[in-house]
């Protein structure tokens, strides 16, 4: 009795061993497919969730993988990040194993991207700062205007066009100093933006809101095909 319980034990090591052994492989492939999909800098993490993982490696349907990516990784400053959750990923296990993957169908792809305040700041120039108020942006700008250096703040409503992020402002104000009004009026245009979001994977912008670490941004698409260069 003995011997077989510890056959028993040594099998159940075994499979775990194994099916831990073959989820870093498809995580490995995973990634490696991503980062050329997406043109990355680095193959981004990859985490396949659901236990016993074998079990869907040879069914090749793999139910949720969450992707983390770097600044680094998409070539962005800072504090700029995306998670995604791919839904549905086919991986068939001879493809796996043999290491030949070259496509990876997913029925959706859902998550968010963080576009951090210093990159908006950037694309404004100058001294710009930015910070969340309400539903929308404070920005604090130095403009020079008609031989004038003007100290700028004003509130901008956030939105979309399209996948691009849209910061209007209506209404400009001296930060802490008197300006004609007339000066006021012409520098307000000089503090909204326009930024294209470029995501990888065929992802389209659906949503967007300011929060604490930047503008966050939703993302999704449908019925996606990853494939290699």
Partial sequence: M???????????????????????????????QLAAEGDLAG??????????????ALGGRYDEVRISLTADQLGR??????DVVLRGVRLPLSELLGGTVRSLPVERIDGRATLSYDLLE????????????????????????????LPLTAVGTVALDGNTVVVDVQQASGAG????????????????????VELP?????????PAADGV??????????????
């Fill in 2 to 32: 003995k011997v077989l319980v510890v056959l028993l034990v040594l099998l159940i090591g075994l499979g775990l061993l194994l099916d831990r052994l073959a989820l870093n492989a498809a995580e490995g492939q995973v990634a490696a």
């Fill in 43 to 56: 193959p981004p993490d990859v985490d396949i969730r659901g236990f016993p993982f074998l079990t869907q």
């Fill in 77 to 82: 400053p800072a504090g700029t990040e995306a």
């Fill in 122 to 149: 950037q694309e404004l120039g100058g001294d710009t700062t930015l910070q969340p108020e309400g539903d929308g942006l404070r920005i604090t700008r130095t403009v020079e205007l008609f031989g004038y250096t």
């Fill in 177 to 196: 100093v008197s300006i004609p009004g007339f000066l006021v009026d012409r520098a307000t245009d000089l503090l909204d933006l326009r930024y294209p």
């Fill in 201 to 209: 994977f065929g992802l389209q912008v659906t949503g967007v809101s």
């Fill in 216 to 229: 966050h941004v939703r993302v999704e698409a449908r019925d996606a095909v990853l494939q290699a260069e």
